[in-house]
């Protein structure tokens, strides 16, 4: 491989604002896999934000990119899975699997896609320092208009209908928008983009924590639960930005509600792999925890806490909650899902058609 701009590159990054900031471009924030394709010919490299190649668990986007893409080109994108009309997250998780045979057989079952929306390098041109303005002219030309499995990410400089979009197309499964200086040249690693993502609040149970990593007495994450119809209590993420301080107060705060029998914990099956199949739990070992020590400190379900979320994926929080306030005016058993919003269905297909 011999381009203008060779991996590895960090991709550019941005910063959250709390307004859609009027710079001259906004576009969805898509929800997948953050990937810089590297095309030379038949060869090409799938880069990530922690710089392992994505390439080996996506060859049938691979082969597509083969064939969709410019000779030679590096684009900055999101790798992506559609399926009934949204993005569906946890789909795209499971692509990322250690034996080979899986690998193909997701790449047949789900088909993943990319979301073009930057080029770093055209030919042998180096473009990073050109204004994106000018970028996402080129980046237009150059895919040459809808294609099977490249799609160019939509756009609009009109206030507006991004305030729609940032509304409308969380029912397709996006967490909110991004937008772009027009005469912003490419910056790895930096954050000169602005991203606007919803915020909502959930009164959840706090059903136990994580020791921090480098101190036994310092809390690490706060588990989250929030109850079904029927009563059971499920893992539906974690609340983990505390000041250390803090993380030692917590530990202290939280003791005299750990439970001493993991039996009689709503999660005291979370080691067995199979209990995971009716209740969401907090994660047993597997390919995603890459070793690391999952078991945790069983509190008491007694107590309440207020937590800041942006969306769900299915029946979890898609991100880390942000900790708010304890709620002791709240019954743990009032804390379900019911409470949470829905976005209204959006179909994802009309969302690629703009950008086409």
């Known amino acids: 491989m011999d381009l203008p701009v060779m991996p590895p590159v960090e991709p550019m990054l941005a910063k959250p604002v709390k307004q859609i900031p009027d710079v001259g471009?906004?576009?969805?924030?898509?929800?997948?896999?953050?990937?810089?394709?590297?095309?030379?010919?038949?060869e090409v490299v799938l880069g990530s934000r922690n710089d392992k190649p994505l390439t080996r668990y996506f060859p049938e986007l691979v082969e597509r990119l083969r064939a969709e893409l410019p000779a030679r080109c590096v684009v900055d994108g999101e790798i992506v899975l559609i399926r009934d009309d949204r993005l569906d997250f946890e789909a795209l998780q499971q692509r990322i699997h250690p034996a080979e045979s899986r690998v193909n057989l997701l790449a047949e079952q789900t088909p993943a896609s990319?979301?073009?929306?930057?080029?770093?390098?055209?030919?042998?041109?180096?473009?990073?320092?050109?204004?994106?303005?000018?970028?996402?002219?080129?980046?237009?030309?150059?895919?040459?208009?809808?294609?099977?499995?490249?799609?160019?990410?939509?756009?609009?400089?009109?206030?507006?209908?991004?305030?729609?979009?940032?509304?409308e197309y969380e029912g397709a499964g996006f967490d909110g928008v991004i937008a772009k200086p027009l005469d912003a040249r490419y910056e790895p690693g930096k954050r000169t983009m602005f991203k606007v993502k919803h915020e909502r609040t959930a009164d959840c149970v706090a059903a136990g924590y994580r020791p921090h990593k480098a101190d036994a007495n310092a809390l690490g994450s706060l588990l989250l639960g929030l109850y079904d119809d029927a009563g059971t209590l499920h893992h539906v993420g974690v609340a983990a930005s505390f000041p250390m301080a803090k993380r030692r107060e917590l530990v202290t705060e939280l003791a005299p509600l750990v439970e001493e029998d993991l039996g009689a914990h709503p999660w005291g099956k979370w080691a067995d792999q199979s209990a995971h199949q009716g209740q969401r739990l907090p994660g047993a070992v597997s390919r995603w925890?890459?070793?690391?020590?999952?078991?945790?400190?069983?509190?008491?379900?007694e107590r309440v806490v207020e937590v800041a979320y942006d969306h769900m994926e299915g029946d979890r929080f898609?991100?880390?909650?942000?900790?708010?306030?304890?709620?002791?005016?709240?019954?743990?058993?009032?804390?379900?899902?019911?409470q949470l919003e829905t976005a209204a269905a959006f179909d994802i297909r009309h969302i690629l058609d703009l950008g086409n």
């Open 25 to 42: 471009h906004v576009e969805p924030k898509w929800d997948g896999f953050r990937t810089i394709v590297f095309k030379d010919g038949d």
């Open 114 to 167: 990319l979301i073009a929306f930057d080029l770093l390098a055209l030919g042998d041109e180096d473009l990073m320092a050109r204004p994106f303005g000018d970028r996402r002219d080129l980046l237009r030309q150059a895919l040459g208009g809808p294609t099977g499995s490249v799609h160019l990410t939509p756009s609009t400089a009109d206030l507006a209908e991004a305030e729609r979009w940032f509304t």
């Open 289 to 301: 925890s890459g070793g690391k020590d999952l078991s945790f400190v069983p509190l008491r379900p």
């Open 318 to 338: 898609r991100h880390t909650a942000q900790f708010r306030r304890w709620r002791p005016d709240r019954d743990p058993a009032s804390c379900t899902y019911a």
